[in-house]
């Protein structure tokens, strides 16, 4: 018998010599249960209470962080548990350094469950995300440390939940906005809370010979808060002295979040409606008469206001 990380095992030398290193053996670990030893089995404190880390509620995904717990030897792995409401299904990500198992094994204080999750370097991190989560569902989660020195009671249980999809929608799907009017109102609504910050981009398409000169008070993007459904923004049509009939502007949307589909209607025109009529036209004559065998009259034809016809 030899120890190696904290336990005898079996070796191929002769009886005799084994006899001796077993009893070599059983001394050094009747030495480590005195207090020479009592480092060696001293497991980890508790890890703070998850919290879930800023911008980290996804549809599917939860980012979270935590502290961690005093130790004296080095951390080698953390249990992230974490349950699903209703449903209580349970499951756990072993987050562990590239050695950790072997370092783990050799200690004996792991040996039925593997990691599942493993990281580069000496150090593992306090924060991970647990990804292939059902959207709009409750979670408890908690953490769980492990050293050579043995493992950590359970964190506090900390309990959120991951964002839901939402259905993106534009209303009305065809509005008026008449020039020196006050704004026409635009609506963006989301089917529910979205528990998360959503950052919509709106797309502009002038028609019938509109440009970004006939129009105003399209923002490129809408914000939604959790626990805001619903952003308005009004559009003006630009004053003008121009009979420009026919002119309207197309509204969509641009790329859109994960987890956030368009529904029906997606697009609203915006017609841009002329507040002036036909232009009537005057005639000049300079001179106003002239003699029947010579002279000439210069005649001007004048509108009273522009026309894009």
């Known amino acids: 018998m030899f120890r190696k990380g904290g336990y005898c095992q079996r070796s191929v030398a002769p009886a005799r010599t084994r006899l001796g290193r077993a009893r070599i053996c059983l001394l050094t670990l009747a030495l480590l249960a005195g207090s020479a030893g009592q480092a060696l089995g001293q497991p980890p404190g508790k890890p703070g209470t998850p919290q879930l880390t800023a911008g980290g509620r996804g549809t599917t995904t939860l980012t979270i962080h935590w502290t961690a717990p005093e130790s004296t030897h080095p951390i080698l792995r953390y249990n992230i548990g974490y349950t699903e409401t ?103 609504t989301l089917s529910v809370d979205p528990k998360r910050t959503v950052v919509v981009p709106l797309t502009t398409t002038p028609l019938g010979g509109a440009t970004t000169a006939d129009y105003s008070g399209v923002p490129a993007t809408v914000t939604f808060q959790a626990g805001e459904t619903s952003q308005s923004f009004g559009i003006t049509a630009t004053q003008d002295s121009v009979d420009d009939d026919g002119e309207s502007l197309q509204l969509g949307f641009g790329t859109l979040p994960t987890g956030v589909p368009t529904g029906a209607p997606a697009m609203s025109t915006v017609g841009l409606e002329d507040d002036e009529g036909p232009p009537t036209v005057t005639l000049h004559l300079d001179p106003a008469s002239i003699s029947e065998d010579s002279g000439v009259s210069t005649v001007t034809a004048t509108l009273n206001h522009a026309s894009n016809e």
């Open 86 to 188: 209703g449903s209580g299904t349970r499951k756990t990500v072993r987050l562990c350094t590239t050695d950790a198992n072997d370092r783990l094994a050799d200690t004996g204080v792991l040996t039925a469950r593997n990691c599942n999750q493993t990281v580069s370097g000496s150090e593992l991190p306090t924060s991970w995300t647990i990804e292939d989560l059902a959207s709009g569902v409750g979670y408890t989660i908690f953490v769980r440390a492990f050293s050579i020195g043995g493992r950590s009671e359970n964190s506090a249980t900390f309990v959120t939940s991951t964002a839901p999809n939402v259905t993106l929608q534009i209303a009305p799907d065809t509005k008026t906005s008449t020039e020196g009017d006050p704004p026409t109102s635009v609506t963006v």
